[in-house]
């Protein structure tokens, strides 16, 4: 194998480093000679008429030419992974040698194999992904010049390489944020280049390229596959089974660059040590790549590898090496940085070297790679069993749609599970058929099983970089039983048929139970159809066919006499609308309860249509606010009204029925709007705010809660005695990184209907309380005693948040302010709490 220095020195023959003199020099990237290069296949340059670079690529670029590539060249082919959220397609190059790209179906029939263990067969593979945030675009550069010289290069070690190996480059995986940076950027920047980092070319505008149409960041959906970009990127995953997948992002201006290992305190225990040593051995290729180039670089420091939801982590509870890179980042083509000038050309020379070290590290320890995958899914532990199982037993009562959910992203990650063919009794709970899913531990996807429900409470740092719990169980407000044993027997891998809903010629309403997911999506569907519908204020039992049913409270009604619509029109809504939203309808023949409130009580509350209006732009968080888009627009398909913060001063908020603020300062918003808020409020309108929200309202007298902030907080850490050494491990502490935290609802209150039982987890990530209010009637959930379910919370916060309020309803005028101390949508996978904001949405303006 040739040394890294000998083989830098012979691409950068080839490849030739043109580093600008001049600010106004077009040059700004390698340009490559045809000296080693087959002149046959197209350049980035000649494809887009312009030194690479020179502007900021948009993403259909990227993805002509990647075709183009295919079609010059027969070591290219492309695999699809489906569409953006705003329909860009998703591309990746697949690069090998013409022999392995004519047994490409072959090869992918072995990969298929991997997960049983089996001794492995066939070539390494290898995956470079680039630009999961779309303004880090060094990486999407560096993959199209990357993928222009695998195919044209007639190097002995490239060539060498593509015999060995299939290299699949996916350049850009976040289109629609890679559009919207590459928009902003390339229309500021001017014919003379501007380092100041205050020019509108480096300071994108609200929502920056990062995210995807729904402001999510793409590198935390891994696990949780809520969007069409992640769901694509885990099916190839999937498909290949890569032995090595390098990730490349790009991170501060004042930073160098960065490349795994991470801090070795903070990766997550179930990586394996033989993980982490391929890591370190990758890491002397990269090391050597970047001296050659005199760039400096850092490790195992800053970043770490605990959250399996990020692109280079996920591979590692899946039996491949990932690794993260980071490079400083000039977002636009010149910076002025604390280490000097950074340059466009500068960064994507650092991401190709670390790319290139990354095809000659994997190359040289190709056999170490494919012992350890081999050896991940080997043992009898990660073989499915015969006969009785031992897993996890998991149950979502009268809720089927929120067991699919569950059972689409399981599927998705390759986890084998069962339906259960009949109610199991087990922790003095019952799990019923329609509703319930057991997932064997002994299986090939153990690893990640684990992880997915890890409950982990102990930690060895209390350092993350991101969430420190994600765990499923709470997240989707399962009942669950850890060491379920059962007979195959009563295990299916087919799921019970769907309800069938038909009207009784004799029905006088139909009933709809609101603990169902889907009943809010249908709920919107016949508001917009102008269907009168009420919700039970009261919970009620009446006869079904001879038999008593219990009805909780929230349970919407959909009267069959109608002034607008017959009998006929009703019915043929409910049951089209049930064939789009699969949930139980029940039509009841009497209006009499056997208990409980009538059909026809007053304690049935009609609801209104809604026509809610979610304030963004800056001083919100843009995540949350996209979080809140999506659930009102994909969820419920609900025409939300999105408003900057800096025009709602001139809108008319009578217009709307609900005002929503995410996370947020709201610095632009001044007293006046308080009051135009405060009599919107008074008229009958619904506030809804969360979070740092609530400090606004606070301050401007429309939420009487008073709220305990950051800095209230910081008081309760005792640094008496502590070093200057201490100071980290303190801030640690003081972080809420995101722990699943455990609510005591009051299950009267309106806004928790739907809600099964009267604790609920929640996802908090920031130090924020409410104080206990004058008005018990005002609090609708309060953190448990030991609100501490899962994760690092230190015991401080944990002693301070007990028993004190976290979502507040206070009346004000004919409306009504809703408030939540914690993010209720987390990431959108916080499936169990999304039903607080139907309530808040549908129920609450119907209580005055």
């Not at 489906?82 to 329909?87: D, K, L, R």
């Amino acid at each position: 194998m040739l040394k890294i220095g000998l083989f830098l020195l012979i691409l950068f023959c080839s490849l030739s480093l043109s580093y600008p003199v001049k600010a106004a020099d077009p040059q700004r990237v390698i340009s490559i000679s045809n000296s080693s290069l087959d002149p046959v296949i197209t350049s980035p340059e000649s494809f887009l008429g312009y030194p690479l670079g020179q502007w900021h690529l948009r993403h259909d670029q990227v993805n002509y030419y990647l075709k183009q590539l295919a079609s010059d060249s027969a070591k290219v082919s492309i695999e699809h992974t489906g569409q953006s959220h705003e329909a860009r397609q998703q591309l990746t190059a697949v690069i090998t040698s013409s022999k392995n790209q004519a047994n490409l179906d072959d090869i992918l029939k072995l990969r298929q194999t991997v997960k049983s263990g089996a001794t492995q067969q066939g070539p390494l593979v290898i995956w470079l992904t680039y630009s999961i945030h779309g303004d880090e675009a060094s990486g999407a550069h560096a993959a199209l010049t990357l993928s222009y010289f695998l195919a044209s290069s007639r190097d002995e070690w490239v060539e060498n390489l593509l015999d060995e190996a299939v290299v699949l480059i996916t350049p850009s995986q976040n289109p629609d944020g890679m559009d919207r940076f590459s928009t902003w950027t390339n229309n500021y920047r001017g014919q003379t280049d501007v380092s100041d980092s205050n020019h509108k070319e480096h300071k994108q505008n609200w929502p920056n390229g990062r995210t995807n149409h729904y402001f999510a960041d793409l590198n935390r959906d891994l696990l949780f596959l809520r969007h069409p970009e992640t769901r694509g990127r885990v099916a190839l995953f999937h498909k290949w089974q890569p032995h090595y997948v390098g990730d490349f992002h790009e991170m501060g201006r004042d930073r160098s660059y960065f490349f795994q290992p991470g801090v070795p305190s903070r990766t997550n225990p179930a990586t394996s040590k033989t993980n982490q040593a391929l890591t370190e051995k990758l890491a002397h290729f990269h090391r050597a790549a970047l001296d050659d180039l005199k760039q400096s670089y850092f490790s195992r420091e800053a970043f770490d590898d605990f959250y399996y939801g990020k692109g280079s982590t996920y591979p590692d509870i899946n039996g491949s090496v990932g690794i993260l890179f980071e490079q400083a980042s000039p977002r636009g083509q010149v910076q002025i940085t604390q280490n000097g000038e950074l340059r466009l050309s500068q960064a994507i020379n650092n991401q190709i070297a670390t790319s290139i070290s990354s095809l000659k590290g994997s190359l040289a320890l190709k056999d170490e790679l494919i012992e350890y995958q081999s050896e991940f899914y080997q043992g009898r532990d990660k073989k499915l069993q015969r006969g009785r199982q031992t897993g996890f037993l998991l149950g979502a009562p009268a809720n089927r749609e929120r067991i699919e959910d569950l059972s689409q992203l399981l599927t998705q990650h390759k986890i084998k599970f069962y339906y259960l063919t009949e109610t199991v009794h087990q922790g003095s709970q019952d799990f019923t058929a329609d509703s319930s899913v057991f997932i064997p531990i002994s299986q090939p996807q153990k690893s990640l099983v684990l992880a997915l429900f890890d409950n982990s409470t102990e930690f060895e740092d209390p350092t993350f970089y991101d969430v420190s719990s994600w765990n499923l169980e709470h997240a989707y407000h399962l009942q669950m039983v850890r060491n379920s044993k059962l007979d195959i027997d009563v295990l299916s891998s087919q799921a019970t048929t769907k309800p069938n809903f038909q009207m009784s010629g004799h029905a006088v309403a139909v009933l709809i139970n609101w603990q169902q997911d889907l009943a809010a999506p249908m709920l919107q569907a016949l508001l917009q159809d102008n269907i009168t519908v009420k919700f039970a204020k009261k919970p009620f039992t009446i006869d079904l066919a001879g038999e008593a049913h219990a009805f909780p409270a929230g349970t919407l009604q959909v009267p069959l006499k109608q002034t607008n619509f017959s009998v006929d029109e009703i019915n043929s809504k409910l049951v089209k609308l049930a064939e789009q939203y699969p949930l139980t309808l029940h039509s009841v023949t009497t209006s009499a309860s056997i208990s409980g409130i009538d059909l026809g009580s007053p304690s049935f509350k009609v609801i209104a249509p809604i026509k809610p209006l979610l304030i963004t732009g800056r001083g919100t968080d843009a995540s949350e606010v996209g979080e809140l888009w999506y659930y009102l627009d994909r969820k419920l398909a609900v025409p939300v009204t999105l408003i900057d913060a800096s025009q709602i001063s001139r809108v008319k908020l009578n217009r709307y029925t609900h005002v929503i603020m995410a996370d947020g300062t709201y610095s632009s918003l001044d007293k006046s709007f308080a009051r135009k808020l405060g009599q919107f409020a008074t008229d009958g309108g619904t506030v809804i705010a969360q979070k740092g929200a609530l400090t606004w309202l606070n301050k401007n007298n429309l939420l009487k809660s008073d709220i305990k902030g950051k800095r209230f907080y910081k008081q309760l850490f005792d640094s008496r005695g502590l070093s200057y050494g201490d100071k980290e491990k303190l801030a640690a502490r003081q972080s809420i990184g995101g722990a699943i935290v455990e609510l005591t609802l009051d299950p009267s209150n309106p806004i928790n209907f739907g809600i099964r039982g009267n604790r609920l987890p929640v996802l908090k990530n920031k130090a924020i309380g409410l104080t206990t209010s004058s008005s018990p009637f005002t609090i609708a959930a309060k953190y448990a005693d030991e609100p501490l379910l899962s994760g690092y919370l230190a015991k401080e916060y944990q002693a301070s948040f007990a028993n004190n309020p976290a979502i507040v309803l206070e009346p004000l005028g004919k409306g009504a302010i809703v408030g939540f101390a914690d993010d209720l949508m987390f990431r959108n996978i916080w499936i169990g709490s999304e039903k607080i904001y139907a309530n808040a949405l549908y129920f609450v303006p119907a209580l005055n």
